[in-house]
């Protein structure tokens, strides 16, 4: 089983629709927990780290559940700008803060 | 200018060259990290440093070396390039807190 796994997609969702990803990881010990956006091979860059509470940035909600080992990010009312890929990152405990990404999930937001 | 920067953008070089990717952070995080990104693989950690001299492998060392004489900068050398070695790379830096990791704007580098 990967460390971290995410469906690779395509969404392929209209404008204002709302779209939902989960990230599933399986050290149980992981620690930090964040969303990353990549546009055409572009860098990663940060969307929003994840809080055990979950936590919400405007269009963008990020929920952990520690019990089933996933975490979910949730786009409402999309936007064509959004296309890009979101990776899912998780970093292990024990203070090597070493990450371990998945490979992503493709977005892609049509008219 | 502040941020994390590598160097050069985009390279050729030919098979058995050696080559080296820099890259530079001014945050003085104490976390650097070396990845490559092929499609269908995401990104692979090939190298990363906790702190200045402190350095260990990744997932994909081979063929790759580092150093980390300085906080600042975490060169990644390849010592004879491969095809295999047609990449894209990036470094990141992080200080360990919440506040994730950082990317460099990336290098394309291509082996012929």
């Known amino acids: 089983r990967k460390e971290v796994e995410q469906d690779p997609g395509p969404f392929n969702v209209p404008e204002g629709a709302t779209v939902a990803f989960n990230c599933t990881y399986s050290?149980?010990?992981?620690?930090?927990f964040f969303w990353y956006r990549q546009d055409c091979r572009k860098e990663p860059k940060l969307l929003m780290s994840?809080?055990?509470s979950g936590n919400e940035d405007g269009r963008f909600t990020a929920q952990l559940n520690r019990a089933s080992q996933y975490i979910s990010l949730l786009i409402r009312d999309s936007k064509l700008s959004d296309s890009a890929t979101y990776l899912c990152?998780?970093?292990?405990?024990?203070?090597?803060?070493?990450?371990?990404f998945g490979r992503g999930t493709s977005l892609i937001v049509h008219p | 200018d502040a941020g994390i920067t590598q160097s050069p953008r985009y390279k050729i070089t030919e098979t058995g060259r050696q080559v080296t990717l820099m890259c530079h952070q001014t945050?003085?995080?104490?976390?650097m990290f070396w990845y490559r990104q092929d499609l269908g693989h995401g990104l692979r950690l090939i190298y990363y440093?906790?702190?200045?001299?402190?350095?260990d492998k990744g997932e994909v060392p081979d063929g790759y070396v580092v150093s980390r004489s300085k906080t600042e900068n975490f060169p990644l050398t390849l010592e004879s390039a491969t095809r295999s070695q047609t990449s894209v790379y990036f470094c990141?830096?992080?200080?360990?807190?919440?506040?994730?990791?950082?990317f460099g704007s990336g290098t394309r580098l291509t082996v012929v």
């Open positions: 994840v809080y055990s």
């Open positions: 990152v998780v970093t292990a405990s024990g203070g090597s803060y070493i990450p371990t």
């Open positions: 440093s906790a702190a200045a001299d402190i350095t």
């Open positions: 945050w003085s995080h104490s976390y």
């Open positions: 990141a830096s992080s200080d360990g807190g919440g506040d994730g990791y950082t």
């Open positions: 050290n149980s010990a992981s620690q930090s």
